[in-house]
T-cell receptor, first 113, second 114 residues
Framework: DAKTTQPNSMESNEEEPVHLPCNHS???????IHWYRQLPSQGPEYVIH???SNVNNRMASLAIAEDRKSSTLILHRATLRDAAVYYC??????????????FGQGTILTVHP | DGGITQSPKYLFRKEGQNVTLSCEQN?????MYWYRQDPGQGLRLIYY???????QKGDIAEGYSVSREKKESFPLTVTSAQKNPTAFYLC?????????????FGPGTRLTVL
């Protein structure tokens, strides 16, 4: 399975934008890039996903490099409720890997008031 | 409300006992998944099921068993063969017919083996 690399931790101040990077140099052409986040003692929550083009939703934006070897999750205005572990995951799109998510250790985001 | 329920939230068992964790979803999803999470680590896939009466081993299936007799239910049994069963267990489901195939997670069961 293609793997992702994320920084162990990042910090931000409330109301400021946050850019969470992810490297996935061995991504295959059919892999989707998914982002999930997990608050303490809770199950992960879907944030956003994309394939090639940049994506926006009510929670965040996803910027995908042209060569697809890296991506950045953008939280436009961080709040204290955004403090969580953020996982960048490649989702297989076919065969036996279809639907499987491989979680790494993620990035722990701390938001300061 | 639609969603995934896991029960109980906390579970304590003696070493050597089998224990079954419940997972129910009313989202009408075809696929269901079980993950294990250890402190400070990411999630690891135990078993997954893409359709009723069918399931596949994930990355760490040894010492676990599952069944999928109904679409809405995917119970996980932690057997006495699992060497380190104490962990946070998460169940998820997804609609494999949708292009996004987003996984929706339950609140988790924290199992402690004494």
């Amino acid at each position: 399975d293609a793997k992702t690399t994320q920084p162990n931790s990042m910090e931000s101040n409330e109301e400021e934008p946050v850019h969470l990077p992810c490297n996935h140099s061995t991504i295959s052409g059919t892999d989707y890039i998914h982002w999930y986040r997990q608050l303490p003692s809770q199950g992960p929550e879907y944030v956003i996903h994309g394939l090639t083009s940049n994506v926006n939703n009510r929670m965040a934006s996803l910027a995908i490099a042209e060569d697809r070897k890296s991506s950045t999750l953008i939280l436009h205005r961080a709040t204290l409720r955004d403090a969580a572990v953020y996982y960048c995951i490649l989702r297989g799109a076919g065969g036996t890997s279809y639907g499987k998510l491989t979680f790494g250790q993620g990035t722990i985001l701390t938001v300061h008031p | 409300d639609g969603g995934i329920t896991q029960s109980p939230k906390y579970l304590f068992r003696k070493e050597g006992q089998n224990v079954t964790l419940s997972c129910e979803q009313n989202l009408n999803h075809d696929a269901m998944y079980w993950y294990r999470q250890d402190p400070g680590q990411g999630l690891r896939l135990i078993y997954y099921s893409q359709i009723v009466n069918d399931f596949q081993k994930g990355d760490i299936a040894e010492g676990y068993s599952v069944s999928r007799e109904k679409k809405e239910s995917f119970p996980l049994t932690v057997t006495s063969a699992q060497k380190n069963p104490t962990a946070f267990y998460l169940c998820a489901s997804s609609n494999r017919q949708a292009s996004t195939d987003t996984q929706y997670f339950g609140p988790g069961t924290r199992l402690t083996v004494l």
